[in-house]
């Protein structure tokens, strides 16, 4: 599934094919309004930890070591 997301450190918005992140899957992180879903982990633990934070803020990988290259 093609995932976009607006990254939190930089304002860009990307997109991201993960395969294994499903409509249903999707539902069950995030139910709606009002609902509280299950973690991320627990929902896509076949994931890597980049791809779990692109889901959760949009950072690449790339972006991550950028901003945080000199601490």
């Not at 627990?42 to 070591?65: I, M």
Request: hydrophobic letters at 30%.
């Amino acid at each position: 599934m093609k995932i976009k997301r607006r990254s939190i450190l930089t304002g860009v918005e990307r997109e991201l094919d993960i395969p294994a992140v499903t409509e249903e899957r999707m539902k069950e992180w995030r139910p709606g309004e009002g609902q509280v879903g299950k973690p991320v982990q627990e929902v896509f633990p076949e994931l890597t930890a980049d791809q779990r934070e692109f889901l959760l803020s949009g950072v690449t990988r790339e972006e991550w070591d950028e901003h945080f290259k000199d601490k």
